[in-house]
């Protein structure tokens, strides 16, 4: 696991120079890869390259040094990642003759890209981030795994391409700073972080996952191509009993691949039903006592009890940690600012929490991340046969009045999710024109309630346009339709995002089980009903596992892994997000309507009004705003 840096200029430059930036760009992300770096300098009569990595060995740790040549020195490569299925594809290759120097898996991609071309991007079952310079074709190729777990920003302009593992590696070495983003502002207002391609800044971009780069020499101009391309699901005819059978194999068969390494690993172990069965599934393939690893705040409910009947269960070393506000005044700046640009997921401080206590322990952690949109997990997927009974019923007129008065009946001053609030939100997203699944994922604001703060030449309005065209602009409907926009939006932009940055800032390893193409593709052929049977979210995972576990366990409702930021907001960070809503400040920046976001602000702080997610955004937007983008 790394991060990987890297620098063309479109005239030649000196070496000094690039290897100046490189260390400039690597310096920004040591906590990437503490253990050691890597670079690769080439000078042209019209370009320069420069390539550079930091590296945390987790695989191959004597002999894994980068970057990795091919035997002519024609080609070069810098690997963010792991590949787990690298021993089966360097087994085919050494059947055919390949030999190897090391036994890395970044060399196992040179080899096979020597072999294939870029048809050896398909054969990759990981998460990864990599850049590979070809001199014999005079080709660049940058990829970005199947789901998008590990990050992968890009720049292009006049002058010069860059591309990085983390956005301060870029913004930090441009000339100049970047303006903000109106559709990336616009992304995150709605659902508290930013989907690729955008980012906060103007012309910084993600690479897409399941994507990879070709940057041509010859002409400067680059292309972007899908590595997998991706069929629409079509559900086979097989038993509910063959499947499961087939599902729990599957399981068992992706968490062994995701626990090849040469250091110690453990689990996440929230209580909830993924990463139980991770866990359950992991001590059963280890001879040894596996360590597990869960967190909850002083102040919150959360899953400690259903973690410990699972570590009891497995006999593992379970590691239970209890953090409270104070943890949080120590380390909110670190956390938040680590993003580069605004990210507002409240899961992102526990996550950050559980990985520094783990990183004492191991260097590698199995997530049950992946679970809820592989297996149709969470409860928006109810919202379709919700949406469609409610509208059936209710005139639309009706809903409008009753939209109306929600907003006071069910008004609360508390910052957790109960029933009122969740009453309130689906309200909120019913829409008789199919549109609801849009608002159920904005997180933050609903389109009508971003059009209300925001300053109009900072407004967007049909955000999701070009995601839409992704899916088909088609109506979002059905079960299958909400995993595949979770899939390209929620899952890349948010959970693998905090993920990553919360993780890698702590020098600690995830790896996701479930997010394995094999089972999301075998998941997409099952009828609907297997993955979500009436109300009973997740029904052929939980099946295929109910008898390892303690009766209805896995039935038990999820409590979630979020944070009190709500209360937090009104106590040790009252004084900070006041400073935000002084109206010379915000009339100076010009991004908000002064008439109402102090009020929507102030009413939270006063405990008139709960609003503490659309505020929390607000909050985190800026603090990144008045932290790192004017300080630049």
């Not at 110690?264 to 909830?272: A, E, I, M, V």
């Not at 997530?367 to 379709?384: A, I, L, P, W």
């Not at 059936?392 to 609360?412: C, G, Q, R, Y």
């Not at 971003?450 to 992704?470: H, P, R, T, W």
Request: proline share 3%; net charge negative.
């Amino acid at each position: 696991m790394c991060g990987i840096n890297g620098i063309i200029t479109k005239t030649s430059q000196k070496e000094a120079d690039i290897t100046s930036t490189l260390n400039k760009m690597n310096n920004l992300i040591i906590h990437r890869g503490p253990d050691e770096d890597g670079f690769v300098t080439q000078q042209e009569n019209d370009f320069s390259l420069g390539m550079s990595m930091r590296r945390l060995s987790i695989i191959d740790l004597s002999s894994g040094k980068q970057p990795i040549y091919s035997d002519d020195k024609k080609i070069v490569i810098v690997f963010n990642g792991e590949i787990y299925n690298f021993k089966i594809l360097k087994a085919e290759l050494e059947a055919s003759g390949v030999t190897f120097k090391t036994t890395s898996d970044t060399e196992v991609i040179l080899k096979l890209y020597e072999r294939d071309g870029i048809a050896a991007f398909k054969l990759l079952d990981g998460m990864y981030g990599f850049s590979i310079y070809d001199q014999n074709i005079n080709k660049l190729y940058i990829a970005r795994d199947f789901f998008g777990e590990k990050p992968l920003y890009y720049t292009n302009n006049n002058d010069q391409f860059l591309w990085a593992s983390e956005l301060k590696s870029i913004v930090k070495v441009l000339e100049t700073k970047p303006k903000i983003s109106k559709k990336g502002l616009n992304l995150f207002l709605r659902l508290t972080y930013i989907p690729a391609p955008y980012s906060i800044y103007e012309n910084v971009h993600k690479l897409e996952a399941n994507h990879y780069m070709e940057y041509d020499f010859e002409t400067h101009h680059i292309k972007i191509n899908e590595i997998h391309q991706e069929i629409p699901p079509k559900p086979q005819s097989i038993s509910f009993e063959d499947a499961k059978k087939d599902v729990r194999d599957m399981v068992y068969e992706s968490v062994e691949s995701r626990s090849i390494a040469d250091v110690p690993l453990g689990t996440f172990l929230s209580g909830g039903v993924d990463s139980s069965i991770v866990s359950l599934v992991l001590s059963q393939l280890n001879d040894k006592k596996i360590e597990t690893f869960s967190i909850g705040f002083h102040d919150s409910s959360d899953e400690s009890s259903k973690a410990r009947t699972v570590a009891d269960l497995i006999k593992s070393n379970h590691h239970e940690f209890k953090i409270g506000e104070d943890d949080l005044k120590d380390n909110i700046h670190e956390i938040l600012m680590n993003f580069d640009e605004p990210f507002s997921d409240t899961a992102a401080l526990p996550t950050y929490f559980v990985s520094n206590k783990t990183k004492d322990y191991v260097k590698v952690a199995l997530t049950g991340d992946g679970g809820d949109e592989v297996f149709g997990g969470y409860n928006k997927y109810y919202v379709g046969k919700m949406n469609n009974k409610y509208t059936s019923v209710i005139p639309k007129p009706m809903h409008n009045i009753m939209l109306k008065s929600s907003e006071h009946l069910l008004s609360t001053k508390s910052d957790k999710r109960g029933k009122r609030f969740k009453i309130k939100k689906l309200l909120k997203s019913i829409d008789y024109d199919g549109g609801y699944y849009w608002d159920i994922i904005s997180l933050a604001n609903t389109e009508n309630e971003l059009s209300e703060i925001l300053a109009s030449d900072y407004y967007e309005n049909n955000l999701f346009k070009e995601y839409k065209e992704i899916l088909g602009n088609k109506k979002i409907e059905t079960l299958t339709d909400f995993r595949h926009v979770d899939k390209i939006l929620s899952l890349e932009g948010g959970m693998l995002a905090k993920v990553d940055r919360t993780s890698m800032q702590n020098s600690l390893e995830c790896r996701a089980p479930f997010l394995n193409k094999k089972l999301w593709d075998y998941t997409n052929t099952l009828p609907e009903e297997y993955l979500m049977k009436g109300w009973n979210k997740k029904h052929i995972l939980k099946e295929a596992f109910k008898d390892q576990f303690p009766e209805q366990f896995l039935e038990i409702s999820k409590q979630g892994f979020g944070s009190p930021v709500g209360n937090w907001l009104k106590s040790s960070l009252k004084d900070e997000l006041e400073s935000y809503i002084e109206k010379d400040y915000l009339l100076e920046q010009g991004i908000f309507k002064t008439d109402k976001i102090i009020p929507l602000v102030q009413n939270h702080l006063d405990s008139k009004r709960d609003s503490t997610f659309r505020v929390w955004a607000f909050y985190c937007f800026q603090k990144w705003y008045s932290n790192i983008y004017i300080n630049q």
